[in-house]
């Protein structure tokens, strides 16, 4: 039983909750519809509102005569621990606790008037009130308007229709448990709660009937065919009420009082007495409460799966606009790196193949640099006029004697120049490759899309970042580069001074008449040349495709996952310092 009161206690905490989270709309029943309520119907001046403050133990609604009650009074009852002091909160005054339940009474009239003005108009928009207290079991009721026949002065004609299609929108829904209070001193085939209850509820598995002002019959009649189900049958017992009376209420007789007047009514008197166990205004509470109990005992496993689904609703909603910011200048920090750390790790799922982009940058390596090298104009720089320009030069006045030294160092230093460019045109691409996945990361980060400022802030670091990246790349690929102009491999041409070269013109024919073609030598040596220089270009090409990518991913791409970001901590720890 404690257990299935705490649980009481928890539905109506959600439905407290669905109701500041504005959840009474979609498809389907919503979380608020399922939860199940207790709707106290009747005509005007049946005694709804004293069947409700005798429920709860205390006087607090507004009372009157004609139309009082002119909007939905939501009243959420909360059981607490014996000893505790009895108190009221409003939904639409939050965090104030009212002891005063003349204040409370005071709050509704006025909170009444804010929204209908000070006519006899009625408003759907319900007020939220929930009470705590250790005198009341875990319920919500819902007090509507009173149902009636004419327009009185003030009113609109279409009043009548209006808190009929008022009602009928809360006790139409399946979930509802319908209260329905009809006064004992009218005929009980004329009750405006009786007639809508059987027409939303045929079966009559959700009306409670409640026969109040018992003690106003004439004398010579009472309602026992009526509470004993002979007049009107319904498949929950019928109650008794006595409330307190207008002499009572001016004499200020506080509830608990008027609760044990009630029960020394029914215990004594010769229509009721048979009844009495089964009468009163507590004995109607604990009624409601355990048909409760019975409803969500049946109905746990549905609402604790759209409880479920709500929460992870909720949490995607406050995923996507964004949960609450702390003010202390620590919590703030926090939240930043966290986000940081949040579009760092999207970065690196760019990067390391989680998500797409970092193919990107292998295809620098094994396409564009690949078609960068092929392109270098060798065959110009190592053509038989160049070699031989530049062979001449490099020995001055003194021809070489055996082989041109110099002017393999120049062709081949020359040579290695060109690769310069396709080792910048590498850096470049990577680099710009980086910088589409930064923007990309912080677009696809949920965390940073409330805070376009810090995107923009983070985006900028990146950047910066990315830029020394760059030139430390740069500057890392231009010096493989010079490594290889800067010390030759010595062995390469050993072995091509002791290959023994062809002659393509065949021996020399001691019969033929004349010297033998110097023009023709002098070609197929710096042919020779040439093709020397080629072959050693093309070893430091192989070299340079494998160590420049190499020297890129270590400088860029490596240190971006690494650090991308550490100068703005730095900057961001020095601001909170």
């Given at each position: ?156 004609e279409s009043i009548v229709q209006d808190i009929e299609n008022m009602v009928r929108s809360y006790v139409e829904k399946p979930n509802c448990i319908i209260l329905a209070i009809s006064p004992a001193n009218q005929d009980i085939a004329t009750s405006d709660a009786i007639k809508i209850a059987r027409e939303v509820d045929p079966s009559g598995e959700r009306t409670f009937g409640v026969v109040t002002k018992l003690d106003l019959m004439d004398k010579g009649t009472n309602a026992v065919d009526v509470l004993e189900g002979r007049q009107y049958r319904l498949q929950h017992p019928w109650v008794g009420i006595v409330n307190r009376s207008q002499a009572d209420i001016n004499r200020n007789v506080d509830m608990i009082a008027a609760r044990r007047k009630e029960r020394e009514y029914f215990e004594t008197s010769p229509e009721y007495g048979h009844l009495a166990h089964k009468m009163g205004s507590e004995y109607l509470a604990k009624l409601l409460s355990q048909h409760l109990e019975q409803v969500i005992r049946q109905k746990i496993p549905s609402i604790i799966a759209l409880i479920n689904k709500t929460i992870d609703e ?264």
């Open positions: 039983m404690a257990t299935m009161t705490s649980l009481i206690g928890l539905i109506n905490k959600i439905q407290r909750a669905c109701t500041v989270l504005g959840d009474h709309g979609g498809e389907g029943l919503s979380l608020w519809e399922a939860l199940p309520s207790v709707a106290v119907v009747g005509g005007q001046s049946s005694g709804k509102s004293s069947v409700l403050e005798s429920v709860v133990g205390r006087d607090f609604l507004p009372r009157g005569s004609g139309i009082v009650t002119r909007r939905p009074l939501v009243l959420q009852l909360h059981k607490t621990e014996e000893g505790t002091h009895e108190y009221a909160e409003f939904l639409h005054i939050p965090r104030r606790r009212f002891t005063d339940f003349a204040a409370v009474r005071k709050e509704i009239a006025d909170e009444t008037d804010r929204i209908t003005g000070k006519t006899k108009q009625i408003s759907n928009i319900p007020i939220h009130l929930s009470i705590y207290s250790p005198n009341v079991v875990n319920l919500t009721l819902i007090d509507l308007p009173g149902l009636t026949k004419v327009a009185v002065e003030g009113q609109q909720l949490n995607a909603e406050l995923d996507r606009i964004g949960r609450p910011i702390a003010v202390d200048s620590g919590a703030q920090l926090y939240t930043i790196l966290e986000m940081c750390r949040a579009f760092d790790k999207v970065f690196r799922e760019h990067l390391d193949g989680g998500r797409p982009g970092g193919d990107r940058i292998y295809g620098v390596f094994d396409h564009q640099l690949p078609a960068a090298l092929k392109k270098l104009p060798f065959d110009r720089h190592l053509s038989l006029k160049n070699v031989q320009r530049v062979v001449t030069e490099a020995d001055g006045y003194q021809p070489h004697l055996i082989a041109p030294e110099q002017g393999y160092r120049r062709l081949i230093e020359g040579s290695i120049g060109y690769f310069k460019g396709p080792a910048e045109a590498s850096v470049d691409a990577v680099h710009f490759v980086l910088k589409e996945l930064v923007r990309k990361s912080i677009s696809e980060t949920e965390e940073l899309k409330r805070f376009p400022t810090l995107s923009n802030d983070i985006a900028t670091a990146a950047n910066e970042a990315l830029e020394k990246f760059r030139e430390e790349s740069r500057k890392t690929v231009l010096r493989l580069v010079d490594m290889e102009s800067s010390y030759l491999t010595v062995e390469f041409f050993r072995k091509i001074h002791f290959e023994p070269e062809k002659n393509p013109n065949g021996p020399p024919n001691p019969n033929r008449n004349g010297p033998p073609n110097m023009d023709s030598y002098t070609d197929n040596h710096l042919r020779k040349i040439g093709s020397n220089v080629n072959s050693y270009i093309g070893m430091v090409c192989d070299t340079l495709k494998n160590t420049i990518p190499k020297a890129v991913v270590h400088c860029q791409v490596r240190e971006a996952k690494r650090s991308l970001l550490n100068h703005f901590y730095v900057h961001v720890g020095r601001k909170e310092v």
